[in-house]
Every structure is written in structure tokens, then in C-alpha cells.
């Protein structure tokens, strides 16, 4: 028996985006880093056995890798994906928490061990990583969806390391009016 998938009801939430393609991040150690670029695909050191996240908001990602400066998490990438396939992952995913209109809670957790994608939404973070009243949305790609993305849905591949530092440095000297951040705006799903 075929799972039947509906929409999901997202929150919005923002992205660079146009009609083709979606701009993702995602911050690695120098090595893997350096092989994706390299190869325009993941592999090296990339554990394909592990879930891994993506993120659509420039200011969340500054949060979680705390502007490049985590270990493993100094290169941000900037990641250009069809937008087909993002719509193909908001549509699949699971959400990683359960909620009413999931379903049962047994259903929910069912289908959250069977797939291969994983949305989660956090509160989206300002330059100075304060909380937004919008959600930053994460989708979580392991198995067969990982793959998929790592090996084929990636049009570009940028290293954007250098432009965080630089902007971390304004904000950590105040030079406010300095910060540079990508044009986000609130994602506009595709007409099903």
C-alpha cells in the first residue's frame, strides 16, 4: 500500500529562492567542506550514515554555527537546490515533533523511523541571534533523500566563509551599518 502524503500546513519562513532553484546552508569541517566544493556532490569524510540538516535562513545558520566558529562547523557552504526537489522535501517530511494533526502519536512516530525526511521548526534568529517571532525551518535528509540531494539535486556550491567572518566582525565591533546578509523573503510554495 502507496502512503498517502498531503501538504503540510509550514509555518512560514524565509529563503533566497526563485522560480528554479533554493538556497540551503549547511557549515562543515575543513575537509568535507573542501570535497564538496571540489566535486560539486558530498562524499569524503561525509557520513552518509547520519541525518543531515539543511537550513533556508542565513541568520539561523549564523546562530547554529555560531558565525563559523563551532568546531566542524568553520566553512559555511552556500547551497544553490532545484526547487522542484525542495518542494518534493516540504511535501515528504515528517515533522520531528508530533502534533494533533499528525495523527495518532504511534502513526507519527511510525512514519518519523520509516523516512527519509525530517522538518523541524525553531524561532528564526536576527543578526544578533535575539529570537524572531517567524519560524526557521530544518529538514532533516538521511538514506535514501540524503543521497538524492548529495549527489544529484545540487546546482551550486559556494563558500561563504570568508563574507561570515567579515560580518561577524561588524557585529561583534558594532559596525551595524556595514552587515551585508542575503535578500530572504518569506517562501512561496509551488501551486500543487
Not at 500546513?9 to 568535507?32: G, H, K, L, M, W
Not at 545558520?61 to 522542484?84: F, G, Y
Not at 495518532?104 to 543578526?127: F, G, M, N, T
Not at 570568508?162 to 512561496?188: A, M, N
Amino acid at each position: 500500500m502507496a502512503l498517502e502524503l498531503k501538504r503540510l500546513n509550514t509555518p512560514n519562513f524565509v529563503a533566497e529562492y526563485n522560480d528554479r532553484e533554493v538556497v540551503v546552508y549547511q557549515a562543515f569541517n575543513n575537509s568535507i567542506a573542501d570535497y564538496i566544493l571540489k566535486n560539486n556532490c558530498y562524499g569524503g569524510d561525509f557520513s552518509f550514515s547520519r541525518t543531515s540538516w539543511i537550513k533556508t535562513s542565513f541568520f539561523w545558520m549564523m546562530k547554529r554555527s555560531n558565525w563559523a566558529t563551532k568546531k566542524n562547523q568553520e566553512r559555511v557552504l552556500r547551497i544553490h537546490i532545484d526547487r522542484n526537489f525542495f518542494e518534493i522535501l516540504l511535501d515528504k517530511a515528517v515533522p520531528s515533533a508530533y502534533s494533533a494533526d499528525t495523527g495518532s502519536i504511534e502513526s507519527w512516530r511510525k512514519s518519523l523511523l520509516a523516512s527519509d525526511i525530517i522538518i523541524q521548526y525553531d524561532p528564526d534568529r536576527d543578526v544578533f541571534g535575539n529570537r524572531l517571532k517567524r519560524k526557521a525551518i530544518q529538514i532533516g535528509l538521511r538514506k535514501g533523500a540524503l543521497l538524492q540531494y548529495s549527489k544529484e539535486k545540487l546546482i551550486s556550491v559556494e563558500d561563504i566563509s570568508d563574507f561570515v567572518r567579515k560580518q561577524y566582525s561588524y557585529v561583534r565591533s558594532k559596525k551595524y551599518d556595514l552587515i551585508k546578509s542575503p535578500e530572504e523573503r518569506t517562501y512561496e510554495r509551488c501551486k500543487p
